[in-house]
């Protein structure tokens, strides 16, 4: 009887990592998809391509949305951060895969990205069904001016900038020194590729760290300023990059980058252990 119960349990463990498995591949490719559309559309836009959309989520779903069956790829890219949602879930119950994943600090970082892809994948299901919506840019502005008129809401408005530009620092740290190989299953791998995949990480992990640092400037800004206009969403950080000394050639870096890092997503995708 109890080899019994052990052997349904073993199944049932076998079926949840399978589900657990199927789920995370499917939402990193789902990033991926997401990450190249914005690239393409922040190097169009860097270019004076009058006809880019904006380049965020809300832009890379119109550009879906004007290809054949783009109602249907929405679709699918909403059902696929759907399962990076579920993924990051089951990681914040029962732990991240590796030694450490058990780890409270892991657990709550996986509760933290379980409410981002929530977030995320709302949106994006909500423009498949024609609710639309505001662009990234007023979504931000918006959201800022509610906060603010919160009790403490200067402060807190600061202190979320403050955390977006210092996840950021993080991501761009870890990318330069390429912690997410320790993540990788790549044994059997060719030499070539595995260093291609590792600067896929590298500089798509900086590009995404600079947009990350950028836009938490500009919120904890906005908070000093007492200003929600001085926040900006994502399309309106990339832009603001041309304002820098490098001009749009910083941008053009940038946009490459966050290209390089939906690829490295697809990569993750194929060779990450979960």
């Known amino acids: 009887m109890t080899s019994v119960t052990a052997s349904k349990g073993i199944r049932a463990a076998g079926r949840g990592g399978r589900a657990r498995e199927i789920t995370a591949r499917c939402g990193l490719a789902t990033r991926g998809v997401l990450y190249v559309l914005?690239?393409?559309?922040?190097?169009?836009?860097?270019v004076g391509d009058p006809g880019a959309q904006e380049a965020d989520r809300q832009g890379a779903l119109q550009e879906l949305a004007g290809t054949p069956f783009g109602v249907v790829l929405i679709w699918a890219v909403g059902l696929g951060f759907v399962c990076m949602m579920l993924w990051r879930l089951s990681e914040?119950?029962?732990g991240a895969a590796g030694p450490d994943g058990g780890k409270a600090t892991k657990r709550l970082a996986a509760a933290g990205r379980t409410v981002f892809y929530a977030t995320v994948a709302y949106s994006v299901l909500t423009f498949a069904a024609g609710g639309g919506g505001s662009s990234g840019d007023e979504q931000s502005r918006d959201v800022t001016a509610k906060a603010l008129?919160?009790?403490?809401?200067?402060?807190?408005?600061g202190a979320v900038g403050i955390g977006i530009a210092v996840a950021g620092v993080v991501i761009?740290?870890?990318?330069a020194r390429r912690t997410f190989r320790k993540h990788l299953s790549m044994g059997r791998v060719p030499q070539h590729w595995r260093k291609g995949v590792e600067f896929l990480g590298v500089a798509g992990g900086l590009a995404r760290g600079a947009v990350f640092a950028a836009a938490?400037?500009?919120?904890?800004?906005?908070?000093?300023?007492y200003d929600p206009a001085q926040s900006k969403g994502i399309d309106d950080t990339l832009r603001s990059f041309t304002g820098t000394a490098a001009g749009p050639w910083l941008l053009v870096a940038?946009?490459?980058?966050?290209?390089l890092f939906g690829v490295f997503s697809w990569a993750l995708a194929r060779w990450r252990e979960v």
């Open 38 to 46: 914005i690239g393409t559309l922040a190097l169009r836009v860097a």
């Open 92 to 94: 914040a119950l029962t």
């Open 149 to 157: 008129d919160l009790p403490a809401g200067q402060f807190l408005v």
């Open 172 to 175: 761009g740290v870890q990318a």
């Open 216 to 225: 938490g400037a500009f919120v904890l800004y906005a908070a000093v300023r």
């Open 254 to 259: 940038v946009a490459l980058g966050l290209a």
